[in-house]
C-alpha cells in the first residue's frame, strides 16, 4: 500500500481525495491553485530568519500562543517523553509577526485557506449521507472568518550527533484541528501510519500539497474520517546536515462551533492542550 498523488485538476480529483482521506487520513494532490514560488520564497526568507537572533525577539507569548517557539520549549508528543527537534513560529493574522515576512506569509495563509475551505466542501459532498448528517454546519463554514486557523512556520535544523537519545524531527502523533494542509516540504521524513500498523513515506516531490485528517474531523464524523498517526523522522546521510522547513496550516473552527454531543471546537481544543501541557 502507498499514498498516491491525485491531480486537483481532473475531474474525479475530489472524489478520489476524499477516498483517500478515508483510506489513510491524508490525502496528496498535486496541480493545485497554491502558488509554487511564493512558498520556495517563503522557504528561504525563513530559513534565513530561523539562523538569525531576530527570531529571539518574537518569543511566544503563553497567553496568545503567537510568536517564536525555541527548541527549548519544543512539543512533547501525546504519549512520548523526549522533546521534538525543532523551533517554530505561530503566524495569526492578527498576532506578531516581523515586517519584513509579512507579505509572502499572510499572502500563503490566505491562499491555504481558500484551498482547505474548498476542499472541506468537497469532504462534505463525498461523505455518507448519514455521516453528512452530523455535521452540525456546513463544513467550510466552521472555519468561516475563523481566528484560530494556525500556520506554524516549522524549523527542523541540522542534525549535530548531540541529539537527546530517541529524539526524532517529530514524533508520531495526531493533529488536534479539522484538516492540515502542508505543502510538500524541501526535504524527505514525513511518514503515515497505515492501518497495518506499518509507516508509509509521504511523496514529498516539490510542489505537491499534503493534507491530513485531524481529530475535530474524526470527531465531527463519528469516526469515518480517521485522524492518522503521522511522525518526522530522522534523515539519513548527507541530509543529516540540511535543515527542513515545513508550512502547516491548522484549519481550526470558529470556537463556538459544534463538533458533537460532547464537544465544542472550543471545549475540544482546551481538553487536548491542556492533555499537551500547553495550558
Not at 500500500?1 to 483517500?20: G, W
Not at 518569543?59 to 496568545?64: A, C, D, G, S
Not at 455518507?128 to 512556520?153: G, H, N, Y
Amino acid at each position: 500500500m502507498k499514498l498516491e498523488t491525485i491531480d486537483y485538476r481532473a475531474p474525479d480529483s475530489a472524489a478520489k481525495f476524499v477516498e483517500s482521506l478515508r483510506e489513510t487520513g491524508f490525502g496528496v494532490l498535486s496541480n493545485h491553485p497554491i502558488d509554487k514560488a511564493l512558498v520556495e520564497n517563503i522557504y528561504q526568507e525563513w530559513h534565513a530568519f530561523f539562523q538569525s537572533e531576530a527570531k529571539h525577539d518574537f518569543l511566544f507569548k503563553p497567553e496568545t500562543q503567537d510568536g517564536f517557539f525555541p527548541a527549548s520549549v519544543s512539543e512533547t508528543a501525546k504519549g512520548n517523553t523526549v522533546k521534538d527537534i525543532k523551533e517554530y513560529f505561530h503566524i495569526y493574522p492578527w498576532g506578531r509577526i516581523p515586517d519584513s515576512l509579512r507579505e509572502n506569509i499572510l499572502a500563503y495563509y490566505a491562499q491555504a485557506n481558500a484551498l482547505a475551505s474548498e476542499l472541506l466542501g468537497w469532504v462534505e459532498a463525498h461523505s455518507p449521507a448519514e455521516v453528512a448528517a452530523r455535521f452540525s454546519m456546513a463544513l467550510p463554514d466552521m472555519i468561516k472568518d475563523s481566528q484560530q486557523t494556525l500556520l506554524r512556520v516549522l524549523h527542523y535544523p541540522p542534525m549535530t550527533g548531540d541529539e537527546e537519545l530517541g529524539a526524532i524531527r517529530a514524533a508520531a502523533h495526531e493533529d488536534i484541528n479539522l484538516l492540515t494542509v502542508l505543502p510538500a516540504a524541501n526535504e524527505p521524513g514525513l511518514q503515515v501510519k497505515a492501518k497495518d500498523g506499518t509507516w508509509l513515506d509521504v511523496p514529498s516531490d516539490f510542489g505537491n500539497i499534503i493534507i491530513n485528517i485531524g481529530d475535530m474531523l474524526q470527531e465531527a464524523s463519528g469516526g469515518y474520517f480517521p485522524s492518522t498517526s503521522h511522525r518526522v523522522i530522522n534523515p539519513e546521510g548527507t541530509d543529516k546536515t540540511k535543515s527542513r522547513i515545513s508550512l502547516p496550516l491548522f484549519l481550526h473552527p470558529n470556537p463556538s462551533v459544534v463538533l458533537s454531543e460532547r464537544y465544542t471546537a472550543d471545549s475540544y481544543l482546551k481538553e487536548r492542550l491542556r492533555e499537551l501541557g500547553v495550558i
